[in-house]
């Protein structure tokens, strides 16, 4: 067993055995290569990526690279998922280098830490056009002991470009926050927009749950067809898709081909709570009972096989299982047909299942079908449903894929917000507690006596590695959305969260925040986020979050350092709106006075009118009479009318008139969403 044993990630102790001398990221692999004079091999990957088990089990399980690896280099093994500051360094130098990222990443690094060759998946031997791992090394060598020169020039050009990738490199002029902005993204959608399966771009198609969100928004707000033709297009295609697992509920990481039948079968905890938020508004908006499905067979995958008995979410399952990419999920002709009995020839039809199947393991010939809507607007009937109930029951006694059983802040704090949303949006008090349990888990085994808060959890070993501003910021969110749908005292933890965010985090110059904290590990460059990508970027999250702090507190300081940010992103932004649809969210509270609603007293006939719909741009609480206001003016002062629970819809902290009847406060909340239409 080598170092990897002792760690906490999964992902990192799956290679403890491995014959490569591995250290973990730290002083002591530095110092060695140093006293060595020996580079850096740095091997990025995560415990659900697919290939990052084909190269650990072509090379780094292998006797004869490994005795290259331990006899030229330094080795160090990194977990992205715990150290996405290491992570997104070396992927800006990859990508610098080769055009394209992705993992496992393998880098090449000085003593110093400084890149000077890298790339993604390297085969053992030279294999359809890709350099072997074998000849990568043997080039490596060469040039670090014979031509050190170019090596320390390499090295300077790639810390030059990637401390050239930050914030404040990608600023523009700035200037007034313009609603054209947002109609500027909403054409760049529809351009990108795949009328036929949905989604923006060619295979590889990523869920695109942010831009579902923003254009939910735009035909709320507008009216106009077109973005929820977007939007419906493509849920209706995911949710028929194999990228959806229609036994056990929840979303694959992303589909290999254009039309969401092939996925990469890994599952992650984003995914599913972005994926979640996104159908759960669809449905908010159209009614359609399919998405509420959806979202209610996610949640309950998630609270079934990635829950921790004390709150916590594991980050991810995997795409393997014996060795197999999809075996579990995948189903032949006669063991369907044995399972499903009668049912069997309407759940052949109705999801494509043929005796060839539709999916072969390229390395191991394992063949089956991924089972799929052949119909997209079909509605499975309650035969089938039952069927697959019992597919559900056989499945589970199958091996399953490997769980990466670590908590990871950022990740959970996604979660927690769509699971809150959607307790208060179907009413589900279980659901609810589960939410609460969650937050009460991320403060206490996350965070440190001293208060600061840590990136990921592990049973065997707690609380490990400082939280980066991606944690704080998600954690800002989903506390704010427990002050609105659960309790305002919630308030209390927003502000505090928010404090330290930008006490951490903060980057004066441009509104914005780096990724790791000023009482962070020194690394060669300090790294910003920026786009949004499968996740919402630190600085989207903290843009959205402290812009909803702001109105719900009345206390305008909290939005000035997003709305600088958003003024000096404007223009990228509307013109790449894929790599910023989260940061469009927090763009519309910039430039649109928040509809503010404040509930007193509990009336479920009310609570369903504020959170069993989607209202842009909105920011609610609810207490009793008398509670909540220290924490916010929207509560202060606001009484029962004549003993019945009432509800404020205000502006600007200016409330109309209270009502006591859902059919008034929809009538209030509908004339304010009309009083912000384009």
């Known amino acids: 067993m080598n170092r990897l044993a ?27 290569a140093a006293a060595e004079d020996k580079p850096i091999l740095l091997s990025v990957g995560y415990s659900a990526c697919h290939w990052c088990h084909v190269m650990a089990h072509e090379s780094f399980e292998d006797q004869q690279v490994a005795a290259v690896m331990n006899d030229r280099f330094v080795n160090v093994k990194v977990d992205r998922e715990e150290r996405p500051d290491v992570d997104a360094i070396y992927m800006d130098a990859v990508q610098a280098l080769t055009g394209q990222g992705g993992w496992p990443m393998t880098v090449f ?103 579902v969100d923003f254009l939910l928004r735009r035909h709320v707000r507008t009216g106009a067809p077109e973005p929820l033709t977007m939007v419906t297009t493509t849920l209706d295609a995911m949710a028929a898709g194999g990228i959806y697992d229609h036994v056990g509920g929840g979303f694959a990481r992303y589909s290999t081909d254009a039309h969401w039948l092939v996925p990469h079968f890994e599952k992650m905890l984003y995914d599913q709570a972005l994926l979640v938020g996104a159908y759960l508004r669809a449905h908010l908006v159209t009614g359609t009972p399919r998405y509420r499905q959806v979202v209610e067979a996610t949640i309950e995958y998630v609270l079934r096989d990635l829950h921790h008995p004390d709150g916590g979410f594991f980050s991810a399952e995997d ?13 032949s002709l006669d063991e369907l047909t044995e399972v499903c009995g009668d049912a069997a020839p309407e759940v052949v039809r109705a ?51 490997g769980r990466d059983d670590k908590v990871l802040l950022g990740w ?31 403060g206490t085994a996350l965070r440190r006596a001293d208060g600061r808060l ?90 959205d979050g402290l812009l909803r702090l702001a109105a719900l507190t009345g206390d305008d300081a909290y939005a000035t350092g997003p709305r600088r940010l958003l003024a000096s992103l404007a223009e990228i932004a509307g013109q790449h709106a894929t790599s910023f649809a989260f940061l469009l969210g927090a763009y519309e509270r910039a430039i649109t006075a928040p509809i503010e609603v404040a509930l007193v007293g509990d009336e479920p006939a009310l609570r369903r009118e504020v959170f ?4 842009p741009v909105s920011v609610a609480v609810q207490a009793e009479p008398g509670v909540g206001d220290e924490v916010t003016p929207l509560l202060a002062g606001r009484t029962r009318v004549d003993g019945k629970p009432a509800a404020y819809v205000c502006e600007h902290f200016a409330c109309r008139l209270p009502v006591t009847t859902p059919e008034a406060l929809r009538t209030e909340i509908d004339a304010a969403l009309a009083r912000r239409s384009p």
Not at 319 to 331: H, N, P
Not at 523 to 537: C, E, G, H, K, Y
């Open 454 to 543: 840590l990136r990921s959890w592990h049973e065997t070993s707690g609380g490990r590695h400082l939280a980066v501003a991606e944690d704080y910021a998600a954690l800002l969110e989903a506390y704010l959305t427990l002050a609105e749908v659960d309790d305002v005292a919630w308030l209390d933890d927003a502000r505090w969260c928010a404090a330290e965010l930008t006490r951490l985090f903060a980057d004066e110059e441009s509104g914005g925040f780096f990724t790791t904290g000023s009482d962070a590990e020194a690394l060669i460059v300090r790294p910003q986020d920026l786009f949004d990508n499968a996740t919402p970027s630190e600085n989207s999250l903290a843009a």
């Open 351 to 401: 999801y494509g299942v043929t005796a060839a199947g539709n999916f072969r393991d390229p390395h191991t010939g394992y063949a089956g079908t991924i089972l799929h809507l052949v119909d997209r607007d079909e509605e499975p009937g309650p035969e089938i449903t039952a069927a697959l109930g019992r597919l559900f029951e056989r499945r589970e006694q199958r091996v399953r894929p």
């Open 6 to 32: 002792s760690e906490s990630s999964p992902y990192l102790r799956q290679h403890a055995d491995n014959p490569v001398d591995w250290y973990p990221w730290g002083e002591a692999a530095f110092a060695r």
């Open 109 to 211: 690094l000085t003593p110093e830490g400084r890149p000077f060759f890298g790339g993604t998946y390297f085969p053992k031997e030279d294999r359809q056009g890709m350099p072997g791992f074998l000849r990568v090394m043997d080039a490596i060598e060469d040039v670090w002991r014979n031509q050190r020169e170019s090596v320390a020039d390499q090295a300077e050009q790639l810390t030059s470009a990637m401390a050239g990738r930050g914030l404040r490199d990608h600023l523009g002029a700035g200037g007034d926050l313009s609603p054209a902005v947002l109609d500027g993204a909403e054409d760049a959608l529809g351009a990108a927009f795949d009328a036929r399966f949905g989604g923006f771009g060619s295979a590889p198609k990523f869920p695109p749950s942010m831009a």
């Open 612 to 615: 069993a719909r989607l209202i």
């Open 319 to 331: 795409a393997d299982s014996e060795g197999v990419e999809g075996k579990f999920y995948l189903w």
């Open 412 to 442: 959970n704090a996604l979660f927690l917000r769509s699971l809150a949303e959607a307790a208060a949006a179907f009413e589900r008090p279980d659901w609810m507690e589960a939410a609460r349990a969650n937050a009460r888990f991320l």
